[in-house]
């Protein structure tokens, strides 16, 4: 890997050439030669953290934290940037248009009835915007599918066109053009269908649309006055016959090439090719022959294998590139039209990326943009008056309120670190940026910290005794399951009617946890169920794959209370975003939560000396091995204390553990079901600690679960 940057790092917080980003930012691995590309800068979304413009060697031009659910940013032809705002919480789905101060100009949202869609935002030569509307129906599919339900949700996507005051056009439902059934790779058994799942909408070279149906593999040309299909490319209503290559496969990103009538690139996923592989790939569509030629394709080697996002953009210098969604992948890949890669940029294993593009454009912020970062113990101010090469310094006002703010002192860096806080304290920030010449710049927005005393040893999960009832607790239902909740006695009781096909689908959760990475942390929280059962205790990333930070498994919890106890390392980069998550899908025993906390541990503690001893306690082999769904754990203490037993999978992963604490001398036996696992063979580690002793046994047994 290569990068010219001059990166300089003070902790968390990091500077790149002058820029100083939060210790979230994705910081950039960089491979090829970033002189080779097209001119221009990255436009990508970092889904859930940033929308963000990088020059080639990862020095920010410009970047926007968000929690919105991140997923187009570009430049649109006129100049305007776009992006889109949708955030479940609010229930905010929209885009907006930016001029090139950065500020906000306009917004399109989908006509009342319908949701804004995510995938897609175009800005047309009249000032009109084109954009995809999800629609919600409940249809009946018993007659029409085998083992369908009569009250089936089904997810549609409409494309509409409005005008300049947000005004509904022009309307195509994809209800009058596609058939459920065609949707032959989803679940057509399922209580909700995404049947269609439109990520992609166009103008063609002759001012029709083209649009990409990822749910059905179908890439279509259609109509822009009538609705009707020109032609359909890919699925189950194929046209075409296409010459030595395979065909379009749960795609994205389908677009006309520029000064090329009838080629289109498509970012091809491939989820049904056999074998699998994803590619970015150019067809020519002959509409007299009725095939189609693959006329240039890139693949990585070896082959890359992307579920789903992924974007290709071809460029003016007939460059092409490629996003291939991120998730250690990278999200800018760059490659000339005979496949040399010429350029690569990689963000980091938990960050994803639906979109990239490359764009020549230029703009200048009206005011700094402040974010603050805050440890308890020191405050950094991160500001950065982005585009601008004339600021000379910048000033820094605070104040105990809004209203009350005075000057506090100036920087010429883009950082500010305040330390002796005091505590129970609020305080407020403002940066403003002064150029050469001595103006000033407009302020920037008013920035608040709160200062308990808590500091790095608080606790950092909100309400979690349940005092304040479900307060700062999310629940969410998925897939068939019913369930619920309700505080009981202080406790949070998930009553559950239908257990679900996953642990997921139950969910009690919070969000807004930050972990830094390198620290280390304690997760306690009290557990029974009405019988015994597992559950999923995490702490983990709010974005797919759900990173699970705490390397956490299964939890066993009993019909009566338990407390247990997890210590761990947070070894990924940090995230203010993380969320505490119980999942209690796939078994319809009640669960009972009481008195969940995180907290900083004051340093990472040595492992106890590890001593395999039968005079602590005999462990036996679990009975039966191998079984089938049900085996127990039997194991005699000559001494009272601490047990704690975990189960390992062959890579060596936590999948299920129970704690059982002052325990006492005698013969115990544990019985486990397995029925949620899957077949394979495990390890299970028993840890034992007699009362008033420091020194900690171990034994590991193998055990083997078949079906």
């Not at 859930?48 to 990862?58: K, S, T, V, W």
């Not at 057509?188 to 995404?194: A, R, V, W, Y």
């Not at 305040?418 to 407020?428: A, I, Q, W």
């Not at 940026?433 to 790095?456: F, K, R, T, W």
Request: aromatic share 12%; proline share 4%.
């Amino acid at each position: 890997p290569t990068s010219s940057a001059d990166i300089q790092t003070y902790g968390e917080v990091t500077t790149i050439n002058g820029v100083t980003v939060p210790s979230d930012f994705p910081i950039l691995e960089i491979e090829g030669d970033p002189e080779n590309t097209a001119s221009g800068m990255i436009f990508t979304a970092f889904r859930e953290r940033y929308i963000a413009i990088l020059q080639n060697d990862g020095t920010p031009y410009y970047y926007l934290r968000s929690g919105d659910f991140l997923m187009d940013f570009k430049v649109q032809p006129n100049g305007m940037l776009s992006r889109n705002v949708d955030n479940n919480i609010t229930h905010e789905h929209y885009f907006l248009t930016m001029d090139s101060n950065f500020n906000v100009a306009d917004t399109f949202s989908a006509s009342p009835g319908y949701v804004t869609d995510h995938h897609e935002f175009q800005l047309l030569p009249n000032g009109h915007g084109l954009l995809i509307a999800r629609d919600t129906q409940y249809i009946d599919l018993s007659d029409k599918v085998d083992g369908g339900r009569s009250n089936v949700q089904i997810i549609g996507h409409n494309i509409q066109e409005l005008d300049e005051n947000n005004e509904l056009v022009w309307l195509w439902r994809c209800w009058d053009h596609y058939d459920v059934e065609d949707a032959i790779h989803e679940n057509l058994t399922g209580s909700s269908i995404d049947f269609t799942h439109i990520n992609s909408v166009a103008m063609d070279y002759d001012s029709n649309l083209v649009i990409s149906s990822r749910n059905q593999s179908e890439c279509a040309k259609i109509n822009w006055k009538t609705g009707d299909f020109i032609w359909r490319m890919g699925g189950v209503n194929n046209e075409f016959d296409f010459i030595d290559t395979d065909m379009n496969s749960y795609q994205h990103m389908f677009r006309p090439v520029s000064n090329k009538p009838n080629h289109y690139t498509v970012f091809d996923n491939g989820n049904t090719h056999d074998p699998r592989y994803t590619r970015a790939v150019e067809f020519r569509v002959d509409t007299v022959q009725m095939i189609v030629e693959k006329v240039w394709e890139y693949r990585a080697n070896p082959d890359f294998r992307v579920d789903w996002l992924g974007s290709v953009q071809r460029l003016p210098n007939e460059n092409t590139l490629i996003c291939w969604g991120g998730h250690s992948m990278p999200f800018a890949t760059e490659v000339n039209s005979t496949g040399d890669l010429l350029y690569q940029a990689i963000a980091g294993i938990n960050i994803a990326s639906y979109r990239s593009y490359r764009f020549d454009w230029q703009g200048i912020s009206d005011e700094p943009y402040l974010i603050t970062e805050s440890t308890g113990e020191q405050i950094t101010l991160i500001f950065n008056k982005f585009g601008d090469t004339d600021v000379d310094y910048y000033k820094i006002y605070s104040g105990p309120s809004k209203t009350g703010l005075i000057f506090l002192d100036t920087t010429s860096l883009t950082r500010y670190d305040l330390f002796e806080l005091t505590s129970y304290t609020h305080y407020y920030f403002q940066v403003t940026a002064v150029n050469g010449s001595g103006i000033e710049s407009l302020p920037s927005m008013v920035e608040h910290v709160y200062i308990d005393d808590l500091g790095p040893q608080g606790e950092i999960i909100q309400n979690g005794t349940f005092r304040q009832g479900e307060e700062n607790w999310d629940f969410l239902l998925a897939g068939d399951a019913e369930a619920n909740p309700e505080i009981h006695a202080g406790r949070y009781v998930v009553h559950i009617v239908q257990s679900g096909n996953a642990p997921g689908d139950i969910q009690v959760k919070q969000g807004g946890i930050p972990l830094y990475q390198g620290q280390t942390y304690l997760f306690e929280f009290d557990a029974h169920a009405t019988t015994p059962r597992t559950i999923q205790a995490l702490l983990q990333d709010n974005d797919p794959p759900y990173t699970n930070y705490g390397q956490i498994g299964y939890t066993y919890i009993l019909d009566h209370r338990t407390h247990h106890t997890y210590t761990f390392t947070m070894e990924e980069d940090s995230d203010y975003e993380a969320e505490v998550v119980f999942n209690c899908g796939m078994h319809d025993a009640d669960v009972y939560l009481d008195n969940v906390s995180l907290s900083v541990t004051t340093s990472v503690q040595e492992e106890p000396e590890i001593d395999i001893s039968p005079e602590a306690f005999q462990l036996s082999q679990n009975f039966p091995n191998p079984f089938n769904g049900i085996t127990q754990i039997e194991y005699d203490l000559s001494n009272a204390g601490d047990v704690r037993i975990r189960i390992f999978n062959v890579r060596g992963q936590v999948v299920w553990t129970v704690d059982h604490f002052n325990q006492q001398v005698g013969n115990h036996i544990v019985r486990i079901n397995f029925t949620n696992f899957s077949t394979g063979l495990y390890f299970y580690q028993i840890d034992f600690k007699s009362s008033g002793s420091q020194r900690l046994y171990s034994e590991i047994q193998k055990m083997v679960y078949i079906q």
